[in-house]
Nanobody, 121 residues
Framework: QVQLVESGGGFGQPGGTLRLSCAAS????????MGWYRQAPGKQRELVARIISDDVTNYADSVQGRFAISRDNAKNTVYLQMNNLKPEDTAVYYCNGQIKESGSAFHTDYWGQGTRVTVSS
């Protein structure tokens, strides 16, 4: 069984920074991509950032230039550095991994339990 565990959420001030981490564990053979999604109250879950490799990343327009996603393959961990926070960044942030378990032929989507980020002065 694969698990994704997020950490690092909490309160931030406008203009401030937060850093989220997500570690994947379990019977992992390979990870194709990892990413962060968020869901604000009353809104649909949306992609924030996604990383396939150091050279292949994509970001939502709303966070481009402010957030940076990175990945430590040795630790099966993905990070989201959140800079210049805005109140509209307030949401529950979910980690996603496209992971192939040992003995499986396919990559499957796994999700973390979510970590809340609140940006307020």
């Amino acid at each position: 069984q694969v698990q994704l565990v997020e950490s690092g959420g909490g309160f931030g001030q406008p203009g401030g920074t937060l850093r989220l981490s997500c570690a994947a564990s379990g019977n992992i053979r390979s990870i194709a991509a990892m990413g962060w999604y968020r869901q604000a109250p009353g809104k649909q879950r949306e992609l924030v950032a996604r990383i396939i490799s150091d050279d292949v990343t994509n970001y939502a327009d709303s966070v481009q230039g402010r957030f940076a996603i990175s990945r430590d393959n040795a630790k099966n961990t993905v990070y989201l550095q959140m800079n210049n926070l805005k109140p509209e960044d307030t949401a529950v942030y979910y980690c996603n991994g496209q992971i192939k378990e040992s003995g499986s032929a396919f990559h499957t989507d796994y999700w973390g339990q979510g970590t809340r980020v609140t940006v307020s002065s």
